[in-house]
């Protein structure tokens, strides 16, 4: 009991000087979203992707990779391929640096400002001759560095799934 107390002591100790760890915001997010949970064979859904900066610093750098998830690889009748990219901005849309299971960091644009976010849109085209009644899912790590030069990482994220339907 002695040593609980002193424990609770030191605890509050440290509360009280600001030396205890304390909760913090994640200090970038990254979310997904897709226009349609389903689509068929030739079918396309747009994949998008949001990276949010909750710090107090501008994002100067963005390393991002998204890959199929297990499941999706053990489907090899399933055929699709990223088949457009766009960045959206506030004057708009506009293309961005490359598609697929890449370093989509550079199509997030040059630098986030604080509180703001920036949303990668990828179009996925399910072949004409792709297998149905499969989920199409991929997952997505990340890293991000600040102009205080700290940095942050995070993942696996994961899409939400397109069911591929039989038509």
Known sequence: MRRLGLATVLGFLLAVFGLAPSASAADTDLTFATDSATTTPGGTVKLSMTLTNNKTYDVLFVYQTIDPTWLTTQRPDLKY??????LTTDTGSVPCAGTGPANLGPNYGATIPPGQSRTVTLTLQVAADSGCNGNIGFYSYYYAEFSD????????VYTPETRVLCA
């Open 81 to 86: 391929s990223f088949t457009d990219c766009s």
């Open 149 to 156: 030069t700290t940095n942050t990482s995070g993942g696996p």
